[in-house]
């Protein structure tokens, strides 16, 4: 198989979250010459592949086999490669098996490298993440085997193939805050008290604004208010209670205590309980590190142009190798159809990704 024949075969399995649909089964068959270690945990299927060729460092390819639901109005079958108008659609195109089938292809070809070459691939990360990279990299830190430096195969690129690569990813708190008042008849507004006129006092105090002044990795931790509701849907009848949420995309100037004392600044005198939870924490890998300079040169090489290093977008299983101290950089094609009705890709990008990442592993 070429990379474009392996990046098919990936696309017409049915691995929704979080089943691979026999794809783990496939990459291994397809890897015959390495070492192969599944780390299946309920529902979710893990595969950790590795070959050492000498005693040098641990290069690791990591990404996920899972897609999220096709969901109605395709032009074609979402899980058949179909070209089209210079473009391949299906399911999965950007979101991730172009990375899977880039450096699955240059991992294969690999017959020097001076140290060991590894993949780790999950069935959950578009779910709840759980019993996937996590549970592996608990496994390889048990057996001492972390990797030295990771590549994230998600798609980074915005505008054009090669001009993002991701080094870090900012965190993420949701919150939930609830104001309790007094209900009452609307028309004695002064034996009631009213959640929602208290909590509007305050909003041109929190609603947008900006928790830290961001640096140069990332952007400023911004409160994000995503929902409020209060009340019976009547117009006689104050409420008795408010319920607000939002979201802190937070960077590493950020942490929930920040969160916690930016809430009672504003809501001291009023009656309140607040619950955070950090779905994920920020990481960032270093920009002179050997991996991103690496794969830098790679890019610079293959498709001549010099990428911007980005911490922007959502989460991903990136963040869990930060959270074990390793050098953590993400790439992959251009990021513009993901989950979304007739997800596609080119070939020319499937096909210089599999170059950039063939051209790293020799360099390394």
Same mark, same amino acid.
């Given at each position: 198989?070429?990379?474009?024949?392996?990046?098919?075969?990936?696309?017409?399995?049915?691995?929704?979250?979080?089943?691979?649909?026999?794809?783990?089964?496939? /990459?291994?068959?397809?890897?015959?010459?390495?070492?192969?270690?599944?780390?299946? /945990?309920?529902?979710?299927?893990?595969?950790?592949?590795?070959?050492?060729?000498?005693?040098?460092?641990?290069?690791?390819?990591?990404?996920?086999?899972?897609?999220?639901?096709?969901?109605?109005?395709?032009?074609?079958?979402?899980?058949?490669?179909?070209?089209?108008?210079?473009?391949?659609?299906?399911?999965?195109?950007?979101?991730?098996?172009?990375?899977?089938?880039?450096?699955?292809?240059?991992?294969?070809?690999?017959?020097?490298?001076?140290?060991?070459?590894?993949?780790?691939?999950?069935?959950?990360?578009?779910?709840?993440?759980?019993?996937?990279?996590?549970?592996?990299?608990?496994?390889?830190?048990?057996?001492?085997?972390?990797?030295?430096?990771?590549?994230?195969?998600?798609?980074?690129?915005?505008?054009?193939?090669?001009? %993002?690569?991701?080094?870090?990813?900012?965190?993420?708190?949701?919150?939930?805050?609830?104001?309790?008042?007094?209900?009452?008849?609307?028309?004695?507004?002064?034996?009631?008290?009213?959640?929602?006129?208290?909590? *509007?006092?305050?909003?041109?105090?929190? *609603?947008?604004?900006?928790?830290?002044?961001?640096?140069?990795?990332? %952007?400023?931790?911004?409160?994000?208010?995503?929902?409020?509701?209060?009340?019976?849907?009547?117009?006689?009848?104050?409420?008795?209670?408010?319920?607000?949420?939002? =979201?802190?995309?937070?960077?590493?100037?950020?942490?929930?205590?920040?969160?916690?004392?930016?809430?009672?600044?504003?809501?001291?005198?009023?009656?309140?309980?607040?619950?955070?939870?950090?779905?994920?924490?920020?990481?960032?890998?270093?920009? =002179?590190?050997?991996?991103?300079?690496?794969?830098?040169?790679?890019?610079?090489?293959?498709?001549? /142009?010099?990428?911007?290093?980005?911490? %922007?977008?959502?989460?991903?299983?990136?963040?869990?190798?930060?959270?074990?101290?390793?050098?953590?950089?993400?790439?992959?094609?251009?990021?513009?159809?993901?989950?979304? /009705? =007739?997800?596609?890709?080119?070939?020319?990008?499937?096909? =210089?990704?599999?170059?950039?990442?063939?051209?790293?592993?020799?360099?390394?």
């Amino acid at each position: 198989m070429n990379v474009l024949e392996l990046f098919e075969k990936l696309l017409s399995f049915k691995s929704i979250t979080p089943d691979d649909g026999g794809g783990l089964d496939f /990459i291994e068959s397809y890897l015959t010459d390495f070492n192969h270690n599944r780390i299946d /945990i309920e529902d979710t299927k893990n595969l950790f592949s590795y070959k050492k060729f000498g005693d040098g460092e641990h290069l690791c390819f990591a990404g996920h086999i899972d897609v999220v639901p096709p969901g109605d109005g395709w032009n074609s079958n979402p899980f058949e490669a179909t070209y089209k108008d210079g473009y391949i659609y299906a399911r999965g195109t950007q979101d991730m098996k172009s990375g899977l089938a880039a450096f699955l292809q240059a991992i294969k070809e690999t017959t020097k490298f001076n140290g060991t070459l590894s993949i780790l691939i999950t069935s959950d990360e578009e779910g709840d993440a759980k019993y996937g990279t996590v549970k592996v990299l608990e496994y390889l830190k048990e057996k001492d085997f972390l990797p030295n430096y990771v590549v994230v195969a998600e798609p980074t690129c915005e505008k054009i193939f090669g001009d %993002a690569i991701k080094i870090g990813r900012r965190g993420s708190i949701n919150g939930v805050l609830e104001k309790v008042g007094k209900q009452g008849h609307v028309a004695y507004p002064e034996k009631s008290k009213n959640p929602i006129h208290k909590v *509007a006092q305050v909003l041109p105090s929190i *609603a947008g604004v900006d928790l830290d002044n961001g640096d140069e990795d990332f %952007a400023p931790s911004k409160f994000v208010i995503t929902d409020i509701r209060a009340g019976m849907e009547v117009t006689n009848v104050t409420p008795q209670k408010l319920k607000m949420m939002f =979201n802190v995309r937070n960077s590493t100037k950020t942490i929930k205590e920040d969160i916690e004392k930016f809430i009672e600044k504003y809501f001291s005198d009023m009656d309140y309980t607040l619950t955070l939870n950090q779905s994920a924490k920020p990481f960032v890998t270093d920009r =002179n590190s050997k991996i991103v300079k690496e794969l830098q040169k790679s890019i610079k090489d293959i498709l001549d /142009i010099e990428p911007k290093l980005s911490t %922007a977008g959502g989460t991903s299983d990136a963040r869990f190798f930060g959270e074990y101290g390793v050098d953590t950089v993400e790439f992959g094609v251009i990021n513009d159809t993901i989950h979304s /009705i =007739n997800e596609r890709t080119t070939a020319l990008e499937v096909e =210089n990704l599999y170059k950039v990442f063939r051209n790293m592993i020799q360099s390394f």
